[in-house]
């Protein structure tokens, strides 16, 4: 029933919005422990709306540091839920979501938010450009949002363009005239690099990558993929990367079929529309 | 703080858009201000149309209608007052000086000012000003002529030019005193007053031309010509109406009252800034109704920026969940999109005002020859401030509704890119 589905999801981002405005919970100091995994998922439950039908079920999940981490899922298997909820824009309603031993349920949303822009890089499937920011604002933004990476950044290669200018030339986006193009003139390779030297920019512990190589035709996601591991390893940041691409898994440390573990079981009739992958 | 500069680039980006929101307000703003500079001004040149006369003294009617014809030459007074009774004003001993008016005649649309000498040294306007002259002197033979400088300027007079006065206020063959015509002896300098609307002459010549036109025609056989006019005595029977200067302020009332009770003849005496501020508040109907209308063009103006932000606002999710990615907080989103229409207000209002004293600079003579406005370009006044501040809170209320959306928008939308 399309209808009873509209209604259901607006409802649900009603809820999300709601959720988002009122977790509060006591704004601890974050400190990265030097040790212990990168990402701890316990017993986490997750649903949109009180009375709809779980999401998300995991009882447990880790991610150790600089760990290159598969999660395959097809469409609607909670993957977005997943990644949302590791980024810190949702929070679980059972559960416990803990990114380098800090639980993000116990923080309110300011607080996750900060969090994200000092240790989580973050890649979207396509369009991850600003459009009207040139290749360097860019790959500066969380730079401007976080002191942490502005100060890791600088640490790195002394001067914050230096580092965005290191970055970009370890992902082959060195030629000159091709950092003056506007952004929207780059090709989808392109554009991904560039988000993948922003998600890295000041060495988050985290990356995450949303089907980062599903605009990418089979070799350049290959090459794509090269890439990003390296970068990874050089700055030590563990990787969590979603596809429905299976192929691709045996690149990756460890993978993890989400349709499997997940035990909400009929995430898809969740009311969530398909990503449009 | 990354946010200003992020709303700067995003408005660059979008500068087509943006230039056109900018202009609609910035035309707007002009205009409101425009509407108040010019609302200020007709006021101000209002008020100063006479200054230094404490009282204007007519036939018994009401004091708009006495100001209308006296000073602004509009409409015809009902009756005139004896030079019996105007000798009688002048004679008191707190009046320092009285300037009679005669009026009745017409020249080519303007209108014909018996006077004296006194006039040109007793009129003053816009505080204190006094009459001078553009060209010649004052009058000194019977059938001398001082122009206004618009009667001038339309009619295209220089000195020494012969005119023929109309009786009454049309122009027909048969009603003018075309056997007496008169020599134009001086033009005053503009005033921005209906003093640059009067052709002015003496009141002996007003009472020549009028000999042997009693009943409001030439008799034929008893009109003089000029020679036979200069030999008799041309002292006035009666005047339309006189102003009044008094040797101190302080017996402006008991003067006041004294003409109003006067035995001998219906008489009425008006203080012109009363008379004025009651005349402004007729006008001020209309006045206050043209500023309320442009604010309104300004609230469109604003209108058609919240339609500029609310359409650019869905091509921009992807944008915000960007942003949101990389760790700005919804609020951010929020100062983002507040912060784009704060700009373009600001923009716009500053492109209004720049707007505004180019088109100043440019009308200012073109408004004061044809409405004798002066519009003088002075530093903005406390009320310009005012509105413009008000428009700028405007501004931000309007932007106020696209950023609440992107707020609302960022939090249910999250990480996730609704393309």
């Known amino acids: ?277 | 703080m990354p946010i200003l500069r992020l709303a700067l680039l995003s408005l660059w980006n979008r500068r087509f858009t943006a230039l056109l929101t900018l202009l609609s307000i910035a035309l707007s703003v002009a205009l409101l201000l425009g509407v108040e500079r010019v609302r200020t001004e007709a006021r101000a040149s209002f008020a100063s149309t006479i200054s230094g006369t404490d009282l204007i003294v007519g036939a018994r009617s009401g004091p708009i209608q006495l100001l209308l014809y006296a000073v602004f030459r509009i409409g015809n007074p009902t009756n005139n007052i004896s030079w019996q009774s105007y000798q009688e004003i002048a004679a008191q001993p707190q009046v320092a000086w009285t300037v009679p008016l005669s009026l009745g005649d017409s020249h080519r649309g303007f209108r014909v000012l018996g006077t004296s000498l006194d006039y040109f040294e007793h009129y003053r306007y816009a505080r204190g000003r006094a009459l001078t002259f553009a060209r010649g002197q004052p009058f000194a033979d019977l059938y001398d002529a001082v122009l206004g400088a618009e009667v001038a300027r339309a009619l295209g007079y220089r000195l020494d030019d012969a005119i023929v006065i109309a009786h009454g206020a049309g122009d027909v063959t048969f009603a003018r005193h075309a056997d007496q015509p008169f020599r134009v002896a001086g033009i005053l300098a503009r005033t921005g007053t209906p003093v640059d609307r009067a052709v002015h002459v003496s009141l002996a010549a007003i009472e020549a031309i009028h000999i042997g036109w009693e009943g409001g025609a030439p008799m034929p056989g008893r009109t003089v010509t000029p020679d036979q006019a200069r030999r008799m005595d041309l002292t006035p029977t009666q005047i339309t109406a006189a102003l009044v200067g008094l040797k101190s302020r302080i017996a402006t009332f008991a003067m006041q009252r004294w003409i109003n009770a006067y035995r001998e003849e219906a008489l009425l005496a008006v203080l012109p800034g009363v008379a004025l501020s009651e005349l402004w508040s007729l006008v001020a109907v209309a006045e206050q109704a043209l500023l309320i209308v442009s604010g309104f063009v300004v609230l469109v103006g604003l209108i058609g920026m919240l339609t500029a932000l609310l359409i650019g606002l869905d091509e921009r999710r992807r944008e915000l969940a960007i942003l949101r990615s990389v760790g700005a907080r919804p609020w951010q989103v929020l100062a983002l999109i507040i912060g784009e229409a704060l700009l373009l207000t600001l923009l716009g209002l500053l492109t209004g005002v720049v707007l505004l004293y180019g088109l100043l600079a440019a009308g200012t003579v073109l408004v004061e020859g044809r409405f004798g406005l002066y519009l003088e370009l002075r530093v903005l006044s406390a009320q310009e401030w005012r509105l413009l501040t008000a428009v700028l809170a405007a501004g931000l209320l309007v932007g106020f509704i696209p950023a609440w959306r992107a707020y609302r928008m960022s939090l249910a939308d999250g990480l996730s890119l609704r393309v």
């Open chain 1, 1 to 277: 029933m399309p209808a009873r589905r509209l209604g259901r999801h607006l409802v649900a981002q009603w809820t999300r919005a709601r959720a988002a405005l009122t977790a509060t919970g006591p704004a601890v100091a974050v400190a990265a422990a030097p040790v212990g995994p990168v990402v701890a998922l316990r017993d986490l439950r997750f649903r949109w709306r009180p009375d709809e039908p779980e999401v998300l079920a995991l009882d447990q999940l880790q991610v150790a540091r600089g760990e290159h981490l598969f999660i395959a899922g097809p469409s609607g298997s909670g993957k977005s839920t997943l990644l949302g909820l590791l980024a810190g824009v949702n929070v679980p309603q059972q559960g416990s979501v803990q990114v380098l031993g800090q639980a993000l349920e116990g923080l309110d949303g300011a607080a996750r938010d900060r969090f994200r822009a000092r240790h989580i890089g973050y890649i979207f499937q396509m369009f991850n450009l600003i459009p009207y920011l040139s290749i360097l604002d860019n790959v500066l933004l969380p730079c401007r949002f976080s002191a942490r990476r502005r100060a890791r950044a600088r640490a790195r290669s002394g001067r914050l363009v230096a580092e965005a200018h290191r970055l970009l030339a370890h992902l082959d986006l060195a030629a000159p005239d091709l950092l003056s193009r506007p952004v929207t003139a780059l090709s989808v390779g392109q554009q991904q690099r560039v988000a993948a030297a922003r998600a890295l920019i000041g060495a988050p512990e985290l990356l995450i990558a949303d089907e980062p190589t599903s605009a990418l035709d089979s070799d350049r996601r290959q090459a794509f993929l090269r890439l990003l591991f390296d970068e990874c390893r050089a700055s030590g940041s563990a990787l969590i990367f979603v596809s429905h691409d299976t192929s691709l898994a045996g690149l990756f440390d460890r993978s993890l079929a989400l349709g499997a573990v997940n035990q909400a079981g009929s995430a898809t009739a969740a009311g969530r529309p398909a990503p449009a992958a």
